[in-house]
T-cell receptor, first 109, second 114 residues
């Protein structure tokens, strides 16, 4: 059964600090992994996409890593801002998409 | 360029009723996919349509169905509603099939079943 596990479930950090979110996946077939940001009451927005041959992808203050051997990915957020408060969802797969339940990040002043 | 538009945004239905949700993709996008999001299960893939054909289907009962029209607009139908169907239903569109293409989500339709 395809599974995507994310940790932690929720996280509170001070504005300006860095944080790292984790995603472990057991998905077959696997062709790519995406991270999404979902603000409350809005649809998810894609942050990064990586194929199995890529191990790092950056998008501004967001850096995603992928280890296809261990089937793990992480999303690192640097110099967090209040606007980073959101749920971050990991998605892995190919034509069948499997999503994690997300990490709820709260950035406080 | 207009984004993905979903209607209605909010609706309340009674158990046993049916509901139809509508999705207008971004202009030029031919793939539409549907998702159910609940606090307990997170985002779950329902199905994908490309050029009016269902390409993939997630693990949901047959009460969940959809279709796509020639203008790429899509509808999703849920029959014989159950309390557990209460969720945010998201539609997403992409230029091509899901795999490898960036998908753009709409704001969702909030369905409450009472």
């Amino acid at each position: 059964k395809n599974q995507v596990e994310q940790s932690p479930q929720s996280l509170i950090i001070l504005e300006g600090k860095n944080c790292t979110l984790q995603c472990n996946y057991t998905v077959s077939p696997f062709s790519n992994l995406r991270w999404y940001k979902q603000d409350t009451g809005r649809g998810p927005v894609s942050l990064t996409i990586m194929t199995f041959s890529e191990n790092t992808k950056s998008n501004g203050r967001y850096t995603a890593t992928l280890d296809a051997d261990t089937k793990q990915s992480s999303l690192h957020i640097t110099a967090s801002q209040l606007s980073d408060s959101a749920s971050y969802i990991c998605r892995a797969g190919s034509y069948q998409l499997t999503f994690g339940k997300g990490t709820k990040l709260s950035v406080i002043p | 360029k207009a984004g993905v538009t979903q209607t209605p945004r909010y609706l309340i239905k009674t158990r046993g009723q049916q509901v139809t949700l509508s999705c207008s993709p971004i202009s030029g996008h031919r793939s539409v996919s549907w998702y159910q999001q609940t606090p307990g299960q997170g985002l779950q893939f329902l199905f994908e349509y490309f050029s009016e054909t269902q390409r993939n289907k997630g693990n949901f009962p047959g009460r969940f169905s959809g279709r796509q029209f020639s203008n790429s607009r899509s509808e999703m139908n849920v029959s014989t509603l159950e309390l557990g169907d209460s969720a945010l239903y998201l539609c997403a569109s992409s230029l091509g099939p899901l795999s490898g293409n960036t998908i753009y989500f709409g704001e969702g339709s909030w369905l409450t079943v009472v």
